[in-house]
């Protein structure tokens, strides 16, 4: 059986609107009872906030099928590490799934006085990002926390354009500390460990994805169909300048439809 996973900024909607035929599409997996989840590096929103929002859009998808970066890393600290305090930079649907696992948050304000106390540094796209939220992760990784960074995407796709992603904050931080974070969304193993729950036990997954080193390295990396979308991120160009390569280009989610269409006459 195939399985399908979706990137979501840039694939089923950019900013607040939809792309075409992402509701279609998904309408038409679930009728055919075909297995499919969403896997967003975007750790702002938790997978309660990504329903609603998707539910504004026309787009009905239970929480159980949507995985973020945050969720992700939540989960790989809890299994790979033992409880210490926390410092997180990032939007509100990061911080939700750090709370979650029952570790202790130290906020920039008790960073203040309890910087050297912090074991961890997790790192996520912020849009509410301080100076003083970049100096106290610089000094407490410079101190000996754990680096930890939700995701590599240095932008994002809206209607406006391209914004500053996660990659950018991480960035910033590289640079002030000299350390390599831990990764822990695509294209790395983390995310394909945790995403493959969501899916089950599928013969053949695509992943639909619209970035070359994030979604379509990841296809690559775990044997996936790498289908990639032009609504968001990475273009033909860069497609012709990369070594990462997909197996099918689109001009959107919603031509993906006719392919799911033949797949399932196949199988019948």
């Known amino acids: 059986m195939i399985g399908i996973i979706f990137d ?10 939809p792309i075409d035929g992402a509701r279609e599409v998904i309408n038409f997996l679930k009728e055919n009872g075909i297995p499919f989840a969403f896997f967003t590096n975007n750790s702002t929103k ?7 929002k998707l539910l504004g859009m026309g787009i009905d998808v239970e929480e159980e099928r949507i995985v973020t970066s945050g969720y992700a890393t939540a989960r790989y600290l809890e299994t790979h590490f033992e409880e210490g305090p ?3 930079i990032g939007g509100k649907g990061l911080q939700e799934e750090i709370k979650k ?13 309890r910087w050297r106390e ?7 796209l912020d849009p509410a990002l301080t100076y003083e939220k ?4 610089t000094l407490a990784i410079r101190n000996g926390a754990h680096f930890i960074g939700t995701n590599p995407d240095t932008t994002y796709p809206t209607e406006e354009g391209l914004y500053p992603g996660a990659g950018s904050v991480i960035a910033a931080l590289k640079a002030s500390t000299e350390r390599e974070p831990l990764i822990i969304g695509k294209p790395n193993e983390p995310a394909y460990e945790v995403v493959m729950e969501k899916l089950g036990d599928v013969d053949e997954v695509w992943m639909v994805g619209d970035r070359l080193d994030t979604d379509i390295a990841f296809a690559k990396r775990f044997g996936m169909k790498a289908v990639m979308v032009l609504t968001g991120v990475s273009t033909l160009k860069d ?9 099918l280009i689109l001009p959107s989610v919603g031509e993906l439809l006719e392919y799911l269409k033949v797949k399932v006459e196949a199988s019948k």
Do not use: C, H, T
């Open 239 to 247: 497609v012709e300048k990369s070594e990462v390569k997909p197996d």
């Open 101 to 113: 696992i029952g570790w202790p948050v130290i906020s920039v304000e008790e960073a203040r006085e």
């Open 118 to 124: 912090i074991q961890y540094v997790v790192v996520g």
């Open 86 to 88: 926390i410092f997180v």
């Open 134 to 137: 970049l100096k106290y992760g």
């Open 8 to 17: 979501m900024d840039g694939v089923m909607y950019r900013g607040k609107k």
């Open 46 to 52: 938790n997978a309660r906030m990504y329903r609603e």
